[in-house]
Nanobody, 118 residues
């Protein structure tokens, strides 16, 4: 089995920073795309950032968030600076993974809550 475990969420004041981490483990051969999504109450899930050769960000977070990965650790990070109340959401880690038995699929973490108070 493949697991994605997020950490780093919490409650911060506007203007503060958080760093989210997501570590993948299990029968992994390779990880292609890794990314972060978020879902705020009453809203659709949206892409925040992805990394796979290059990086891509939602317009709402450009210049404030930075996605990075450590391939040796199968870990992806999301550094979030200058946080705004509208960043409040559950953040989900996602990865496209090839397993040791040859399966391909998208895997998701359990989500971590980020709350930004005004």
């Amino acid at each position: 089995q493949v697991r994605l475990v997020e950490s780093g969420g919490g409650v911060v004041q506007a203007g503060g920073s958080l760093r989210l981490s997501c570590a993948a483990s299990g029968s992994i051969v390779s990880i292609n795309r890794m990314g972060w999504y978020r879902q705020a109450p009453g809203k659709q899930r949206e892409l925040v950032a992805v990394i796979f050769g290059s990086t891509n960000y939602a317009d709402s977070v450009k210049g404030r968030f930075t996605i990075s990965r450590d391939n040796a650790k199968n870990t992806v990070y999301l550094q979030m600076n200058s946080l705004k109340p509208e960043d409040t959401a559950v953040y989900y880690c996602n990865a496209a993974i090839i397993t040791i038995v040859g399966t391909h699929g998208d895997y998701w973490g359990q989500g971590t809550q980020v709350t930004v108070s005004p």
